[in-house]
């Protein structure tokens, strides 16, 4: 009797798959996450949480990525690049972004440099979403001598990347202060100067995305944080301010998200603390659906146990 479902469980096991609801992923402590949809398939990458329980600290070596055809069942693809993918990091695989442009996948990164002190930007390129991932440039695209905004060593960090309906590629980061560059198409180099950008209570984690004409940027604001967000009539603004769309976890103070369109629904990304053992250092990766209003404003988005409804790509096949 219970034969079947133990063999079903078993080859669930063996391709490496994960059934979700939340938190996405129950062996491994996954954080700030990055998604893209790509023919038909979602690919979620996250940081690994490897602090142990009383850890003080992030210890976070490496991404992972995991890939999905229904929002509930997610196969893990191991990890496609770590913190040492570049020659001129020496640690932390903190949070990262993703896109796709004429055919190559460009991953931007947050590491510590190994001679400029403090956090750096760095893009990695590969041929496939699950990569690997090589070093696209040999050298960070921004250092935190770059910025003088704040004294902090961790201020240039939480790249967000986005192209616009014209090709103009833009790459978004920040913590206390929120910077932008334009991306040459070559999606490895700046475009003219480093801009600052003026949101109510900006923390880090910015996420710009685009729905019919009307360009969202959003954020972690405060701290603890919560997620708030802004819109405007171009990826540069001006910005208006809208509100907070979720709130702030109950112990881990971060809650870093991206937002996605996949399958005609939208959906939101963020971590929390709710596996066993879960805190600071010990995060996980979630997700919601995301829904608008008539008049483009989004919605208040609760954290659920269960996740959004299965959306199946028609022809995608584990
Ligand atoms: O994971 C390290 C840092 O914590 C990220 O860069 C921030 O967004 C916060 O989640």
Not at 22 to 51: C, I, M, Q
Not at 177 to 187: A, D, E, S, W
Not at 203 to 217: C, F, I, M, N, S
Request: contains cysteine; proline residues 6%; aromatic residues 12%.
């Amino acid at each position: 009797m219970f034969k079947k479902p133990l063999a079903v469980a078993a080859i669930a096991l063996l391709a490496g798959a994960a059934q979700a609801g939340n938190p996405l992923f129950k062996d491994k402590f996954t954080a700030d996450p990055a998604a893209l949809s790509d023919n038909g398939r979602v690919y979620l990458y996250v940081g690994r949480d490897e602090a142990p329980v009383d850890g003080k600290d992030y210890v976070m070596k490496e991404w992972l990525v995991y890939s999905s055809c229904d929002m509930k069942n997610w196969k893990a693809h191991g990890s496609p690049l770590n913190a040492l993918t570049f020659g001129w990091a020496k640690k932390d695989a903190w949070a990262a972004d993703i896109t796709k442009r004429n055919g190559k996948y460009y991953f931007y990164s947050t590491v510590e440099h190994n001679s400029i002190p403090g956090k750096a930007i760095g893009v990695a390129v590969s041929d496939s979403p699950t990569g690997p991932f090589k070093d696209a440039r040999g050298s960070a695209i921004i250092t935190n001598d770059m910025t003088r905004e704040t004294d902090i060593s961790w201020d240039d960090i939480d790249p967000t990347v986005f192209i616009d309906d014209n090709g103009q590629a833009y790459l978004y980061w920040g913590n206390q202060v929120l910077k932008y560059i334009k991306l040459k198409p070559n999606m490895i180099e700046a475009d003219g100067p480093i801009h600052t950008v003026a949101v109510p209570h900006f923390t880090e984690a910015a996420y710009l995305h685009k729905r019919k004409d009307t360009y969202y940027l959003s954020w972690s604001r405060e701290f603890p944080e919560e997620t708030a967000y802004s819109t405007g009539p171009s990826a540069t603004g001006p910005w208006t301010y809208r509100g907070v769309i979720m709130s702030k976890n109950a112990v881990v103070k971060t809650i870093h998200h991206a937002i996605i369109e996949h399958n005609g629904k939208s959906y939101i990304f963020y971590h929390n603390d709710k596996l066993p053992t879960g805190g600071e250092y010990r995060r996980s990766a979630a997700v919601e659906e995301l829904h608008y209003n008539p008049d483009g404003t989004i919605r208040f988005i609760p954290q659920t146990a269960e996740g959004p409804a299965a959306n199946a790509s028609p022809g995608c096949q584990d």
